[in-house]
């Protein structure tokens, strides 16, 4: 029997999101994601109107979400360095395997192909670099980064490297894909980290090497 019809949109999306990884945009289908949580396709005709309505709304909600990710990550007292990396993590969740990397990417691909898709992927994208650039630009406030780094310029890079990350890791397919984010995060900004303090005792002054 079908759950009643107060299962939430939120609840559906994220069923959708879970579909998508699995199967691509050619298995995504309003029957699949109605069988993810238990309603008649019917019922998600009435919501979303069409699968492209169903994808518009998981790209609207990624959107809003990536705009609440720096707070989320700073739960806890995270530093600025450990929610950027908790962000770029949790960001990266829905693409486990490199199966879900591969259909995550093919619906990207479709994106770009659609002008209305394109402006919703484009949102969040720019919402995510607005969160990388927010806590860079705490990193170098509280001196995590060196003084004089750009925030800017390294939000570029970071996003960069993320997505590089992943299609080079569902390549070659070693390690996880949260690590080679990690790898590469470490990569760009190791330049731009203060150096570690001297710990050389006083007395060490003038000795001679």
């Known amino acids: 029997m079908a759950r009643p019809r107060g299962v939430e949109d939120a609840v559906i999306l994220r069923a959708a999101v879970e579909v998508m990884g699995r199967v691509g945009p ?10 993810e949580v238990g309603l ?10 069409s699968k492209k ?11 809003r979400e990536a705009d609440g990710l720096p707070g989320r990550a700073r739960e806890g007292g995270a530093s600025p360095l ?20 591969a259909n995550h ?11 209305e898709l394109r402006e919703h992927a484009l949102t969040v994208h720019r919402a995510q670099g607005r969160a990388i650039e927010a806590l860079l ?13 750009d925030p800017v310029a390294l939000t570029e ?19 996880t894909l949260a690590d080679r984010i990690r790898r590469e995060l470490s990569r760009v900004l190791s330049p731009h980290l ?11 002054e003038g000795t001679c090497r």
């Open 194 to 204: 203060p150096p570690a303090p001297d710990h050389r005792h006083p007395h060490d």
């Open 26 to 35: 050619t298995g995504l289908t309003l029957a699949a994601v109605a069988r």
């Open 157 to 175: 890079s970071v996003q960069a490297a993320t997505a590089g990350a992943g299609l080079n890791w569902a390549l070659d397919r070693q390690g």
């Open 82 to 101: 450990d929610a950027l990396d908790a962000l770029l993590v949790r960001s990266a969740a829905p693409m486990a395997t490199p199966e879900n990397f």
């Open 40 to 49: 008649v396709p019917g019922t998600l005709v009435q919501r979303f109107g």
């Open 137 to 149: 630009a705490e990193a170098v406030a509280t001196g995590a980064l060196r003084a004089g780094a």
């Open 105 to 115: 990417l093919a619906f990207l691909c479709a994106d770009l192909a659609d002008p």
């Open 53 to 63: 309505g169903l994808v518009l709304a998981v790209a609207e909600q990624s959107a």
